[in-house]
Structure formats: structure tokens, C-alpha cells
Nanobody, 124 residues
Framework: QVQVVESGGGLVQAGGSLRLSCTAS????????MAWFRQAPGKEREFVAL????????YYEDSVKGRFTISRDGAKNTMYLQMNTLKPEDTAVYYC?????????????????WGQGTQVTVSS
């Protein structure tokens, strides 16, 4: 059984930075595609960024391109999301997902394993 846990969220002023982490236990995720999604109050969960199993392929939602960077460390079984130049509209609960089939998909249904989320709040 795979468990993933997100951490690193918090309260930050607009223009600030945060780094989110997603750590897995129970199985190595080195062969899984991994992704970050987020859900703001009253909105549906939306795709933010994904990274392929080897770390060479990445995709970003348009509004975060140039500000967010997704990466992974296989030795630590951990994925990261470096978030810079944060905006109030980035406020949401951020979730990480893992896809054993490495489909590089932007829809959440492709991801079998999910964490509980970490809250990111950006004040204006």
C-alpha cells in the first residue's frame, strides 16, 4: 500500500515563495508519474504540474509557468513543487498524486494515490 504525504504549505505574502514536498512510503515511486493538483474553496480540483518517472518530462498549467518548478528526488522518494512569485489566486489546498502507469495525464482520474493535502494561503 502506497501512502503519500504532502508538507510545506503555509501562509505567505504575495510575491513570496514556498516549497511543497510530497513524500511516499510503502513503495518506491521512482517508476510513477507524479503530479500536483490544487483545490480552491468552492472550486473543482485542478491540475498544476506533473513530472514523469525519470524526471525529464514536465508539464505545467499555464498560470504557473515560469513561477513554479516541479522536481523529484528518487533517493528520497520525494517530489517537490517550488513556488515563487506567489499570488493570492494560488491560494488552495495542494495535493500530490501518483500514477503507476506513467501516463503523464493532466486529469486527476489517472492518479491512483493521493495525499491529504497541504494548505497554501497567499495574502495580498
Amino acid at each position: 500500500q502506497v501512502q503519500v504525504v504532502e508538507s510545506g504549505g503555509g501562509l505567505v505574502q504575495a510575491g513570496g515563495s514556498l516549497r511543497l514536498s510530497c513524500t511516499a512510503s510503502g513503495r518506491t515511486l521512482s517508476t510513477y508519474a507524479m503530479a500536483w493538483f490544487r483545490q480552491a474553496p468552492g472550486k473543482e480540483r485542478e491540475f498544476v504540474a506533473l513530472i514523469g518517472r525519470w524526471g525529464y518530462t514536465t508539464y505545467y498549467e499555464d498560470s504557473v509557468k515560469g513561477r513554479f518548478t516541479i522536481s523529484r528526488d528518487g533517493a528520497k522518494n520525494t517530489m517537490y513543487l517550488q513556488m515563487n512569485t506567489l499570488k493570492p489566486e494560488d491560494t488552495a489546498v495542494y495535493y500530490c498524486g501518483a500514477d503507476s502507469l506513467n501516463r503523464l495525464a493532466r486529469h486527476q482520474s489517472a492518479y491512483e494515490y493521493w495525499g491529504q493535502g497541504t494548505q497554501v494561503t497567499v495574502s495580498s
